[in-house]
């Protein structure tokens, strides 16, 4: 996950790192190189005493003066080891070698564009030690991943915030999820539902889909999988009727949380956005959560943000992140819909399942080694 990316920044840092060593290294030797006598240089001494205004005076041994010992030695040193300030052009230069791969590996343009405002600003107010280029770079992408990567906020723990619900008696929590086809909805909801039960807490799965052929088999397969119940009906038969059921299983059984599935749906369909609505008005669910296909590209932001003008969507899953060689739309998503992602799906075991976070994903992209 996060292959593509990472190598191309990797790359971009390291050309740029040596680009800049070879050319420090050039302004050292020119820098301690002897200057010619001024006879050599075409120039006439000026003031030169003539044979009688010649002072005796005893010769100075230039190895053994101090004074010129310390100031070379002084002079060396600030030549290699100072911090400088990277040059406008040095700077422009490395972040147009940093906003191609951005833009290659499905970063949005909005995104690109605040990470490399971020970036530049923190490049111009940086002294950068000559002896560590590249690590000192490497932390500045990182810290410019991160502000990008904030914007959406802190998602809720699922595991965290059912808990918290039940503590305060309200019960069962309700879950609804949604999104396009075949982004792995139904497994996610599995993965979920095993998380939730290695937690302590009950659940029971709504299929709720009842348009997707084999939508309700393959719901049935993952609950006797993972251990829970399913409440189901008829294909053709209402959602919000089968998730309203769903609801009063779980009362009349104690269970803590039901998990209610929904057939996918283009944002564009409107019939479907309507009986999506109705399943809110209905089962009433504490959070709502988008599930994409980090594979979707730029198209994935665009899908969000159309749900969120009919439903209040309280976060996001990425699914097929182990197959998403770019990676780099778990920074637009985040950037671009200000809502915050939650997890990512990273293969079909149902542990596959990772908690979002910030460093999960600069650690991922850019590791500080």
Same mark, same amino acid.
């Given at each position: ?56 005076? %005893?010769?100075?041994?230039? &190895?053994?003066?101090? $004074?010129? =010992?310390?100031?070379? *030695?002084? #002079?060396?040193? /600030? !030549?290699? @080891? ?97 999104? %396009?086809?075949?982004?792995? &909805?139904?497994?996610? $909801?599995? =993965?979920?539902?095993? *998380?939730? #039960?290695?937690? /302590? !807490?009950? @659940? ?166």
């Amino acid at each position: 996950m996060f292959d593509g990316l990472r190598k191309k920044l990797s790359e971009a840092v390291k050309v740029f790192t040596k680009k800049e060593e070879k050319a420090i290294e050039q302004r050292q030797e020119e820098a301690i190189a002897p200057v010619p006598p001024k006879e050599e240089q075409g120039i006439e001494p000026k003031n030169v005493p003539g044979p009688q205004q010649q002072s005796i005076e %005893p010769k100075k041994d230039l &190895k053994e003066d101090p $004074i010129i =010992k310390v100031s070379l *030695k002084t #002079k060396l040193k /600030g !030549i290699i @080891s100072s911090s400088v300030y990277l040059g406008e052009d040095e700077i422009d230069n490395f972040l147009e070698n940093i906003k191609v791969p951005l833009l290659e590996s499905d970063v949005s343009y909005e995104a690109t564009e605040a990470f490399l405002e971020s970036l530049r600003t923190k490049l111009g107010q940086t002294k950068i030690d000559p002896k560590n280029i590249n690590r000192e770079l490497v932390d500045l992408v990182r810290k410019s991943l991160f502000d990008v990567l904030s914007k959406s906020g802190n998602g809720v723990n699922i595991t965290d915030f059912v808990k918290a619900r039940l503590g305060s008696g309200d019960a069962p929590v309700k879950i609804l999820f949604l999104g %396009p086809n075949g982004t792995g &909805k139904t497994t996610t $909801i599995a =993965k979920l539902a095993h *998380k939730l #039960k290695r937690e /302590g !807490i009950s @659940s029971v799965l709504s299929a709720s889909d009842t348009f997707r052929a084999a939508a309700i088999e393959q719901t049935e397969r993952h609950a006797s999988k993972v251990g829970v119940p399913v409440i189901k009906s008829k294909y053709g038969a209402d959602p919000a009727s089968i998730a309203f059921d769903a609801v009063a299983y779980a009362k009349a059984h104690n269970i803590q949380a039901v998990l209610i599935d929904s057939a996918g749906r283009q944002e564009t369909n409107k019939n479907l956005i309507s009986e999506m609505q109705k399943m809110v008005r209905v089962a009433k669910p504490d959070l709502i959560i988008f599930v994409g296909e980090s594979i979707a590209g730029n198209q994935l932001s665009e899908q969000v943000k159309e749900f969120g003008k009919f439903l209040k969507i309280d976060g996001i899953i990425l699914t097929k992140l182990d197959a998403d060689v770019k990676g780099g739309n778990a920074i637009s998503i985040a950037y671009a819909t200000g809502i915050p992602l939650l997890y990512f799906g990273t293969g079909e075991s149902y542990e596959a399942l990772v908690r979002y976070t910030p460093e999960f994903v600069v650690d991922a992209i850019m590791p500080n080694n």
